[in-house]
């Protein structure tokens, strides 16, 4: 695929970035394309590798060396072509994607594996920009109709795919606008929201209805939903954050992470912030947790002009590089440097906070913390930590973001008033073979059902879960299963 002997030719090459000192000023995206001949090169990387494991990495299961082949032939409709036929959204996937298929890369074995998440972005915006993606509504309508609930990257694929085989669509989403995390916790300087409104915009045209400050089991009775459509989706995210019950956790200065992302999302786009406004400027802020979440406030707590920004980690620092027991193809838990660290912030691991500490008025003033040693197993995983005696000492700070994941989806209203089981987690159950909760025809998919998970975990799940709906509603389907090839 692409030029047989690319891969011997061309180095792997990362397309340019605005440099940190000036990107912290605004909320943009700051990447540069690739040019025409360095894209052309980056494709031509892909091997004629016989077995591409990077298909099975991915979750969407994109046929990945067809595209970059068809990238190298300049053949832009084609490519576009291929990969809509298995992910129905690569311009949020080619922004915020861990990429796992790029782990699976065969070339990764001893080399740079191919840049496929950045040919996947310039695929889909080469293809909007030549006028290749246009609406394209069912010509025929089943009658039925399917209501989804979420428009997260779950229930917006779920949406897509039963629009497609022309049932009737209504999403019904709580905030204001369509989106979900998309919308109100990836930060503007990772997606922009004129992406997000781009394509909701083409769903609307293809028929799909959106009904935005509709919170189900709230403002919206369950039981209508129940009367007047053939069947419902579950979509709504793995939303209650992880916290973090320690003495002083009610200081004035300690919030989740989501909260202050939103809010910022909330701010960029001049939408009203209907409760107290977090903001960093100026202070000294720590964020726990180690993972993409607290890397997002860091990057906007620097455009917010913070003092100071360190992030705490609780877990040992990850390896730089594959050990032994992280082989090809599995997706490796490497040390990760994002774009927001490039941009400033302190950071630590091993390291657990014992308390908050609070000043007369409630405002906090510092943490304590202190290190820890990890115990590791036979196979290289950390299972128990213990104090490191003398190492406790105060950090002053004046704000604490949580990041440290999710537990579950709301359990309040909507989904005890529908009264669907939920397993050993917290979560919606469902089968992922049927997708079907223990109510007939309610369905979930993404995050609800599996947990916190990836974006292009949550467009499986909801691609998967429309073809169960579908089989559902008319005894078949011809929607392509994950592991079909969907295109001509």
């Known amino acids: 695929?692409?030029?047989?002997?690319?891969?011997?030719?061309?180095?792997?090459?990362?397309?340019?970035?605005?440099?940190?000192?000036?990107?912290?000023?605004?909320?943009?995206?700051?990447?540069?394309?690739?040019?025409?001949?360095?894209?052309?090169?980056?494709?031509?990387?892909?091997?004629?590798?016989?077995?591409?494991?990077?298909?099975?990495?991915?979750?969407?299961?994109?046929?990945?060396?067809?595209?970059?082949?068809?990238?190298?032939?300049?053949?832009?409709?084609?490519?576009?072509?291929?990969?809509?036929?298995?992910?129905?959204?690569?311009?949020?996937?080619?922004?915020?994607?861990?990429?796992?298929?790029?782990?699976?890369?065969?070339?990764?074995?001893?080399?740079?594996?191919?840049?496929?998440?950045?040919?996947?972005?310039?695929?889909?915006?080469?293809?909007?920009?030549?006028?290749?993606?246009?609406?394209?509504?069912?010509?025929?309508?089943?009658?039925?109709?399917?209501?989804?609930?979420?428009?997260?990257?779950a229930g917006l694929a779920a949406a897509a795919q039963l629009n497609k085989v022309g049932h009737e669509v209504t999403v019904f989403e709580r905030d204001d606008a369509p989106g979900g995390l998309l919308r109100y916790g990836i930060p503007d300087f990772k997606l922009q929201k004129n992406v997000i409104d781009r394509r909701i915009d083409l769903m609307k045209e293809e028929g799909i209805i959106f009904k935005c400050n509709a919170n189900v089991g709230e403002n919206v009775e369950i039981s209508t939903l129940l009367r007047d459509f053939n069947a419902i989706v579950l979509a709504g995210g793995s939303t209650i954050p992880r916290d973090l019950p320690i003495e002083g956790r009610s200081a004035?200065?300690?919030?989740?992470?989501?909260?202050?992302?939103?809010?910022q999302n909330k701010r960029v786009a001049s939408r009203e912030i209907a409760v107290e406004e977090i903001l960093a400027t100026g202070k000294n802020v720590i964020v726990i947790g180690g993972g993409d979440t607290g890397s997002d406030c860091i990057g906007t707590s620097n455009r917010h002009g913070a003092k100071s920004i360190t992030q705490f980690e609780i877990m040992p620092m990850p390896p730089q590089l594959r050990?032994?027991?992280?082989?090809?193809?599995?997706?490796?838990?490497?040390?990760?440097?994002?774009?927001?660290?490039?941009?400033?912030?302190?950071?630590?691991?091993?390291?657990?906070?014992?308390?908050?500490?609070?000043?007369?008025?409630?405002?906090?003033?510092?943490?304590?913390?202190?290190?820890?040693?990890?115990?590791i197993d036979a196979v290289g995983r950390p299972v128990t930590f213990k104090e490191i005696a003398g190492s406790e000492r105060d950090i002053p700070c004046e704000l604490v973001f949580l990041a440290m994941g999710f537990l579950h989806p709301q359990k309040e209203g909507l989904i005890e008033k529908l009264g669907v089981e939920l397993d050993n987690?917290?979560?919606?159950?469902?089968?992922?073979?049927?997708?079907?909760?223990?109510?007939?025809?309610?369905?979930?998919?993404?995050?609800?059902?599996?947990?916190?998970?990836?974006?292009?975990?949550?467009?499986?799940?909801?691609?998967?879960?429309?073809?169960?709906?579908?089989?559902?509603?008319?005894?078949?389907?011809?929607?392509?299963?994950?592991d079909a090839v969907a295109y001509a």
Not at 76 to 82: C, D, P, Q, R, S
Not at 252 to 263: C, I, S, W
């Open 1 to 153: 695929m692409g030029k047989v002997t690319g891969f011997q030719e061309y180095d792997r090459v990362a397309p340019t970035r605005e440099e940190a000192k000036t990107r912290v000023k605004h909320y943009g995206e700051f990447l540069n394309e690739l040019p025409a001949q360095e894209l052309n090169n980056q494709a031509a990387r892909c091997m004629d590798c016989g077995v591409p494991f990077c298909q099975s990495g991915c979750p969407l299961g994109n046929v990945i060396p067809e595209f970059n082949d068809a990238v190298y032939q300049g053949k832009w409709e084609l490519a576009a072509n291929i990969l809509l036929s298995t992910n129905n959204f690569p311009e949020f996937t080619g922004r915020i994607c861990p990429a796992p298929c790029e782990s699976a890369c065969v070339l990764g074995i001893n080399r740079p594996p191919v840049s496929i998440e950045e040919i996947e972005k310039h695929i889909i915006e080469i293809a909007f920009e030549k006028g290749f993606i246009k609406a394209k509504a069912p010509l025929l309508r089943t009658g039925k109709k399917v209501a989804v609930i979420g428009s997260g990257p």
């Open 252 to 263: 004035k200065g300690v919030h989740f992470a989501m909260d202050f992302l939103k809010q």
């Open 323 to 375: 050990t032994e027991n992280m082989p090809w193809p599995t997706y490796p838990m490497l040390l990760k440097n994002t774009s927001s660290h490039e941009e400033g912030a302190e950071r630590a691991w091993s390291v657990n906070t014992k308390n908050f500490i609070a000043d007369e008025n409630g405002n906090l003033k510092a943490l304590k913390i202190v290190d820890v040693e990890w115990e």
């Open 425 to 482: 987690r917290g979560n919606v159950k469902a089968s992922e073979h049927t997708y079907q909760t223990n109510i007939a025809k309610i369905f979930a998919a993404g995050d609800v059902r599996r947990g916190q998970s990836l974006v292009v975990w949550a467009i499986s799940e909801g691609r998967e879960a429309a073809r169960k709906v579908d089989e559902y509603l008319m005894g078949t389907t011809k929607l392509a299963s994950r």
